[in-house]
């Protein structure tokens, strides 16, 4: 058995005695021993020999485990007997139950054996027991009567049973005495009763504290004591129903009040139990009610005066729970101390309930309340207005009143008990406090106070938590898991958030018309900014310990300077998104800043609230920009608004690339890369750009990002998790301006038709769609930018079908022509990819993509050549460069990458192109052009040629020259 385990049955064992001698009411004088020992068992391993260990077989709140329970409590009863705690006349009844106890259990663990406890040596000695011839007692025989008797007998005879039937045969006396002295007509004479009364309630009372003091039917005088106390109060009822003393006619009702309180004194004092303590306090009470009540006061029905005695009398009954001593004595802090701290809180709660409705029914008088009046019955309210609508000093003295029970809460938690229904109440005194004081400001009540209010009540509970904290770590309590600290903070939280949520609310109202108007104010920017301020305060004090405060403050923080800012903006009258979207950026960058001082969640947290800040200015400044439902639509800077937009996403450029370096997050570079992005285009609509123009720039970023990526995967294959997220925003980029020129072509298909500059862009981005094919590593990413270039392809083949005025067999003619192409290019890029391997699928698509190319082109020029038609527009210009240039394509790559389709194809169409020339002899003019048109092509042919056969060593070299960061590529070795 470890020492776990016996620790903890010890413990059980404990438990098991304490609660047989609490049933025997012999609790008292034992209680703190048990639990001092409880308390060396928490600290250190304390074995005790008296407790047997569990056998193998026993289970928990088995008949073995209640056996051996029995047998510790039995040597605990001789041990406090010998130790002087206990007397033998008082535990001589619970022992003979141990052992009846004990007997039947052993019988049920050996029926078969019989059992019998010892008798003590004054039972063996009196030999009152007859002997059987074996010499064993008769006993067994005579035990089952025995102890069924003394069952019943115990049960008849129990304390706790026998003041239960006296409570309710007490209660049953006073009410039938009551009746049957109202059917005699003994109160025609109200003066006899009330003396009669009087003589046999003190007369009850006395014989009451007799029998209890005297006596040691103590029971039974406890009993007639309380029966006597619970009818006191029923006098002063009598006296003022009877007209003997007539509170409403000036009746000196506080006198009997009085005397009744000090009777409660005597009785607390006489018998000892702490119930009396409840009853002085509530004599106490009413007789102070009393007194309000007296003629020559007369203030029974003014709040001020009842809130302020009741809150009086249960501070000073909270407090005297520190005059009680702590220990076992008769008036011990435990008991009394504590009865008279219940019965004071009680007294308390009267008296915030009286302040509160006298508050509100001041407030909704003639309003709400004479509405609910109205409905209930008819009339005015019967009662005048409060004074506290009007009355600056009782708004003050309400004020107070608060703020003492904020006191006494706070006091009874952190000196009394820590209870966290104590510390609720404290906080919703000191809120109540709040609300007097705002109501007693000779100020109106607007908006930007309560904002002002909420956000100082944050800074204050902030400022609590931080006290208790300290105090909590000297108690040592490092970091508990809930404690008061955490309540408040959760609570300035709150207070925290409500300030914020109006101050987006001001500012969406000062910004769209879909909102009411609203103007910033210089009390809104303060409170904006106590609201940041707390949120800093509430960050520093949560480090480390709250997370999720932790970053619920960082992100309010940031949002709540965001908000000031712009309300110190404008009220500089710079409110205009152009001028103030740059500066408010500065704002996110210094939160990115800062967090680069701190380490671990800390750190974290700062980051989440700039990139909140940034995507929720970003947003603002998008949507002010293009004027959705704007009150100031027109920028400040007029033409210029662009250019600082642009400078504002330049901005937001740097702030995500600062924060992708910094936190190691992927989608930091997307973000960093299309707002810079953004910025360009931006840059190049200022400059008089088209979108066309900004779409190809959106498409080069990201294909240039796709090149530099790929030129890292290949000096290390394994290439860390920003490579490959960098990699991944040009890949994201690309596609954005893919899809992009796609929509944008069948808008403008669709409003204007036929585009250039649109079918300039498809082109181009098909070329810069395949080109990423061709550098992107995995094979399912490089056939979606093929399928992108298909779709490309066909949104230009839409734009020129249906956009431009051609005959349907030049359409024809174009469409074949750019299907080969888009064959030719996926062709190529499987050609590529397919490795050792060959695919037939390339190799039919390398004839098939050839033959489309070549054949509609030399269709048409042989067909214009030999006269079966003639083409008078610029459309026979089209074939005849068209020709030589499918020719040149065909047969400069069929030689480059030695693709045996592409060179027959392509020396074929120039063989036509060349042999057909003879039809231009008489035509010197047209010879002439087509004579340029080849030499232009061949000098192209040529020089590159040249070129390649040139520089082909370093070319080859290239790629190792990278790798070893040789040459121009040293640069890359730089900081």
Request: hydrophobic share 50%; net charge negative.
């Amino acid at each position: 058995m470890s020492s776990s385990d016996r620790q903890q049955d010890l413990r059980l064992a404990i438990q098991f005695a304490m609660q047989n001698l609490k049933y025997w009411k012999l609790d008292d004088n034992v209680q703190a021993f048990y639990e001092t020992w409880l308390r060396r068992l928490d600290a250190e391993d304390e074995p005790c020999e008296h407790l047997e260990p569990p056998s193998p077989d026993e289970r928990p709140r088995g008949v073995r485990q209640q056996l051996r329970y029995r047998a510790f409590l039995d040597h605990e009863l001789d041990r406090h007997v010998r130790e002087g705690r206990l007397s033998e006349q008082l535990v001589a009844n619970l022992q003979k139950e141990n052992w009846r106890i004990e007997n039947e259990l052993r019988g049920e663990v050996n029926p078969d054996e019989p059992h019998q406890r010892e008798s003590t040596s004054e039972d063996a000695e009196s030999g009152d027991e007859p002997s059987s011839d074996d010499g064993s007692t008769a006993h067994i025989d005579q035990q089952p009567a025995i102890s069924i008797a003394g069952n019943l007998l115990e049960a008849v005879l129990d304390p706790r049973s026998l003041q239960y039937l006296m409570m309710l045969g007490s209660a049953l006396l006073v009410l039938g005495l009551v009746i049957w002295l109202a059917t005699q007509g003994f109160f025609d004479d109200p003066m006899v009763i009330a003396v009669c009364a009087a003589i046999v309630n003190l007369a009850v009372l006395g014989f009451g504290a007799y029998l209890l003091r005297c006596t040691r039917f103590e029971t039974a005088g406890r009993g007639l004591t309380l029966l006597a106390c619970l009818v006191m109060p029923l006098h002063l009822w009598f006296y003022d129903a009877q007209g003997l003393i007539v509170l409403d006619e000036g009746g000196h009702l506080w006198i009997p009040a009085l005397a009744i309180a000090v009777l409660y004194a005597v009785c607390a004092i006489l018998v000892r139990d702490s119930l009396f303590a409840y009853a002085m306090v509530g004599g106490i009470t009413l007789t102070g009610l009393m007194i309000l009540g007296d003629q020559s006061i007369a203030r029974f029905w003014e709040g001020a005066a009842v809130s302020s005695l009741l809150i009086a009398i249960g501070a000073v009954a909270i407090h005297v729970e520190r005059a009680f001593v702590p220990g076992d004595g008769p008036f011990n802090r435990d008991d009394f101390g504590k009865a008279f701290y219940r019965a004071g809180h009680c007294v308390l709660l009267g008296g915030l309930i009286v302040l509160v409705s006298w508050a509100v029914s001041s407030w909704s008088y003639g309003g709400i309340l004479s509405d609910v009046w109205n409905l209930w019955r008819s009339g005015p309210l019967p009662f005048d207005k409060p004074s506290l609508a009007t009355s600056y000093k009782l708004k003050i003295l309400a004020t107070g009143l608060s703020l003492s029970a904020t006191y006494l809460y706070g006091y009874s938690y952190f000196v009394v008990t820590r209870k966290p229904i104590l510390l609720g109440g404290g906080i919703a005194t000191f809120l109540w406090a709040e609300v007097m004081l705002v109501d007693a400001l000779p100020v109106p009540v607007t908006e930007e106070l309560i904002m002002m209010v909420l956000a100082v009540t944050a800074i204050f509970f902030q400022a609590f938590a931080w006290s208790i904290r300290g105090i909590a770590e000297k108690d040592g309590e490092k970091h508990p898991s809930i404690s008061a600290s955490t309540v408040m903070q959760t609570v300035a939280c709150l207070f925290l958030l409500a300030p914020l949520a109006m101050g987006i609310a001001g500012y969406l109202r000062s910004s769209f018309y879909v909102f009411s108007a609203y103007e910033i104010t210089p009390l809104f920017t303060a409170a904006l900014a106590a609201t940041a301020a707390s949120g800093w305060i509430g960050y520093w004090l949560t480090q480390n310990r709250q997370n999720y405060l932790n970053a619920i403050y960082a992100v309010s923080s940031c949002a709540a300077v965001l908000l000031a800012s712009f309300g110190g903006l404008a009220l500089l009258q710079w409110e205009a998104w152009d001028l103030a979207g740059p500066l408010l950026m500065m704002v996110p960058l210094g939160y990115l800043l800062i967090s680069t001082r701190y380490a671990n969640q800390s750190r974290t947290h700062l980051q989440l609230a700039a990139v909140c800040g940034t995507c929720l200015l970003t947003v603002a400044v998008l949507v002010l920009a293009y004027g959705l439902s704007i009150r100031r639509i027109e920028p400040l800077t007029g033409h210029a608004s662009e250019m600082m937009l642009a400078a504002f996403l330049l901005e937001v450029s740097l702030f995500f690339g600062m924060y992708s370096i910094s936190s190691k997050q992927s989608a930091g570079n997307f973000l960093a890369l299309l707002a810079g992005s953004a910025a360009v285009v931006q840059f190049e609509h200022y400059l008089g750009t088209s979108y066309e123009f900004g779409l190809f720039t959106f498409g080069l970023i990201g294909l240039v990002v796709l090149f530099v990526d790929r030129l890292f995967e290949l000096e290390n294959s394994e290439s860390s998790n920003g490579n490959r997220s960098f990699g991944l925003s040009g890949q994201l980029l690309l596609s954005i301006a893919g899809m992009g020129s796609v929509l944008l072509a069948l808008n403008r298909l669709m409003m204007v038709g036929f585009h250039d500059g649109t079918l300039v862009l498809l082109l181009g981005m098909i070329v810069s769609s395949l080109l990423a094919a061709l550098i992107v590593v995995p094979r399912m990413v490089s056939r979606w930018y093929v399928a992108l270039a298909i779709l490309q392809g066909g949104a230009a083949l839409l734009l020129v079908a249906f956009g431009l005025k051609l005959e349907p067999w030049q359409k024809l003619e174009i469409l074949l022509a750019v299907l080969g192409v888009v064959i030719l290019i996926a062709s190529h890029i499987g050609w590529v990819q397919e490795g050792e391997r060959q695919d037939d699928w390339v190799t039919l698509g390398l004839v098939v993509g050839s033959l489309l190319f070549a054949v509609p082109m030399l269709t048409g020029l042989l067909g214009q050549r030999l006269d079966f038609y003639s083409e008078t527009t610029r459309w026979g210009l089209v074939h005849e460069i068209g020709a030589i240039v499918v020719g040149l394509s065909l047969l400069g790559t069929g030689i480059l990458f030695r693709i045996r389709s592409t060179t027959i194809v392509g020396a074929i169409a120039m063989l036509l192109y060349l042999g057909t020339l003879v039809v231009y002899v008489h035509l010197p003019e047209r010879l002439q052009s087509v004579a340029v048109y080849m030499m232009i092509g061949g000098g192209i042919f040529f020089i590159v040629s040249m070129l390649l056969s040139i520089f082909r060593d370093y070319l080859l070299a290239m790629p190792e020259r990278f790798r070893n960061r040789r040459g121009l590529f040293r640069v890359l070795t730089w900081r």
